[in-house]
């Protein structure tokens, strides 16, 4: 009985701060894609308003124990792919939000409010980086997206805690919570107007759905390969009819397809493209001199260009070489930057590989693994930013589906289901002009302007 009423004194006690953490943690995983995305624009009022009533201390325990919850039931999906990658992002949001809190108590909102995007971009670097952002929320809200083409997806994650805090304080600022709403209602205006001076393509992406399960399967028994290899080859042959280019997501079969001295599928893309004139975009790991790399193949006019993944999962890809040179890869008549899985959570990697060469941006990736999680949607969000960021159309070519057509504006023209075998095609009208959005071309002076300001935040 004595227990009882020490732990009926302490919830008493700290009724604030457990409530804090229970509903931040709760609101933040609703607000996800896939889920609610739109809360990501009230959830932090709950936590104004009672970090306000506790001690610094309680602040920067509270933030920590909010974001380890809201860590175990957003990443859930990455256990498909192994513990360590599921700990190591739930102890990374428990820092960010645990810091947010705490600089919000300690030194003010506009110091809690830079962390976050400081944050964002420092988990972007190094050997270990493991991106996430809260602007990934908003990512079916084309008039908020719009602005990443000018402070990148950085800027939007601004735009979000702003929105929030004058809202939070909404008789003291609800003037500029007024010219905050217009800006994200101004570029509906024109967003969805289609560039229509440039090439058509008809493109089509072919989305096999394989479960993870058969892929693990593939090596052990022939016929698993075998069933994988025909729908692939089925849908390829249909889709070849009335497409121009065709695109395999990433390792769609787990075999080293180009292997030099390998003609087998060398032949098959190639009678299709003498018959149809199409062109194929072809995700499959790559053996050469026992070197393995994650790569994307472009056969256009039957001449092979070859990407290698750069940028590979931390602890789950490590057994490949990593590629070295950042370019878009084609001819003089057409090139595409190939992006591949994990390196669509990585702007720099995609602007590198863009720059003004491009024509469009492919994501090609195998999310099986994640199932039916938020982390399937998280995925795929960075994919509408990537494409807003560079002003460019985006094709996400997911084996498992989220595929995407995206617009130069970041808007989804058209979506697949998860798990839904089909042959998904649009048309895309290319733009002539390829100028860069404001974020490609002053990217790095973008970044040192958000690092300089969160310093200075936290100095004065």
């Known amino acids: 009985m004595h227990l009882f009423n020490n732990i009926y004194k302490i919830l008493k006690k700290e009724y604030l701060s457990i409530l804090l953490i229970i509903l931040f943690a709760n609101l933040l995983f609703l607000s996800m894609p896939g889920n609610f995305g739109f809360l990501i624009l ?28 809201a860590g175990v039931l957003i990443y859930r999906g990455f256990t498909g792919y192994g513990n360590l990658i599921y700990y190591y992002s739930i102890f990374l949001l428990s820092f960010e939000f645990g810091m947010f809190f705490y600089l919000y108590k300690k030194k003010g909102i506009f ?163 003498n018959k149809y004139k199409t062109d194929f975009i072809v995700g499959t790991s790559h053996l050469e001199k026992e070197v393995e790399t994650n790569s994307v193949f472009y056969l256009k006019n039957n001449i092979e260009y070859r990407y290698d993944k750069i940028k590979t999962v931390p602890f789950v890809e490590d057994f490949y070489k990593k590629g070295e040179v950042f370019e878009s890869i084609g001819d003089e008549n057409g090139k595409i930057s190939a992006v591949i899985c994990f390196e669509s959570a990585f702007e720099d990697i995609v602007r590198r ?64 289901n998860l798990f839904e075998t089909c042959i998904f095609s649009e048309s895309i009208v290319l733009n002539k002009n390829k100028q860069n959005s404001l974020f490609s071309s002053y990217y790095y002076y973008i ?3 958000m690092i300089f300001l969160f310093i200075l935040s936290v100095v004065l």
């Open 111 to 273: 110091s809690a409010i830079m962390f976050i995007p400081f944050f964002e971009y420092i988990r972007t670097l190094g050997p270990f980086a493991c991106p996430s952002n809260i602007a990934l929320s908003v990512y079916k809200i084309p008039g908020i997206v719009y602005y990443s083409s000018f402070f990148g997806i950085y800027g939007v994650s601004i735009l979000i805690l702003l929105f929030n805090y004058w809202l939070y304080n909404i008789k003291k600022y609800y003037l500029y919570l007024i010219i905050l709403c217009i800006c994200f209602l101004i570029p509906l205006t024109f967003i969805y107007n289609e560039v229509s001076n440039g090439k058509k393509l008809n493109i089509a992406v072919i989305q096999g759905s394989i479960p993870i399960w058969m892929y693990s399967m593939e090596e052990f028994k022939i016929k698993y390969a075998n069933s994988i290899e025909n729908v692939y080859f089925e849908l390829t042959k249909k889709a070849a009819i009335d497409n121009d280019i065709v695109i395999w997501p990433e390792t769609a079969i787990h075999r080293s397809l180009f292997k030099k001295n390998n003609l087998y599928y060398r032949e098959f893309f190639k009678s299709l493209n």
């Open 42 to 69: 009230i959830i932090f009022i709950p936590v104004f308003y009672i970090v306000e009533k506790i001690s610094i201390k309680k602040s920067l325990i509270c933030g920590i124990l909010a974001g380890f919850l």
């Open 353 to 416: 590989n863009t720059d003004k060469n491009a024509d469009f941006i492919v994501v090609n990736t195998n999310d099986a693994g994640f199932n039916k999680t938020v982390i399937s949607y998280l995925h795929s969000a960075y994919s509408v930013f990537r494409a807003c960021e560079n002003k460019k159309w985006l094709i996400r070519a997911a084996q498992s589906g989220i595929s995407m057509f995206i617009s130069p504006f970041g808007v989804i023209k058209s979506e697949s």
């Open 447 to 449: 970044i040192l302007l």
